[in-house]
């Protein structure tokens, strides 16, 4: 019955502001093989997800896709993890697939290895709230807060009863696009 969740943010862990919702609900789960580190693009390597937690569903794209990061994901990890992107989604069973063709260290996350059972993640824009920050919010802590709700957008959790997730903010190395004629 889980319908959303306010999205909170506070840079002290006392005073909060919504800063967002989600409304739906992300494709997450775990990688079911180690992801070792590889070169990008990474041809030799299949990536096992579980989505059984979420029931998601996974769809191959295109070796564009995967080079234009279409298909982003997030592998939890040291330094907030690593931004993976792929072409291939082979369904192994109900909600298990077998990832192939690799963009590793997307956006300058650090290509590293991930053992089994690690988090995943798709990161699908109508289910995952982006909250700019500025160069300068680099290296300094902020808290979050998730406040859910129901599906029919009522009942939402109090801010006092959720706990905050503690991040610090880290930057990505996002290409700068150049016109050309």
């Known amino acids: 019955w889980w319908g959303g969740c306010g999205v909170w943010l506070s840079n002290d862990g006392n005073s909060y502001k919504l800063v ?14 180690e992801l070792p580190v590889h070169a990008t693009p990474d041809e030799d390597t299949v990536l096992g997800v579980d989505l059984s937690m979420s029931r998601g569903n996974l769809t191959s794209g295109t070796r564009e896709d995967a080079d234009k990061y279409i298909t982003l994901c997030w592998v939890a990890g040291n330094n907030n993890g690593e931004f993976i992107s792929y072409q291939n989604a082979e369904l192994t069973a109900q909600y298990k697939y077998n990832l192939s063709y690799l963009r590793r260290g997307v956006y300058g996350s650090s ?13 699908d824009m109508d289910r995952v709230l982006k909250i700019p920050f500025n160069a300068k919010d680099i290296g ?30 880290r930057g990505y190395n996002v290409p700068t696009v150049i016109e050309s004629d």
């Open 140 to 169: 300094t802590t902020v808290y979050v807060k998730l406040t859910s709700y129901n599906t029919y957008g009522q009942q939402e959790q109090a801010l006092s009863e959720v706990e905050p997730t503690v991040y610090t903010v």
């Open 111 to 123: 290509i590293q290895t991930h053992a089994a059972n690690t988090s995943f993640v798709r990161c």
């Open 20 to 33: 967002g919702t989600i409304k739906s609900s992300a494709r997450q789960g775990v990688i079911t093989s």
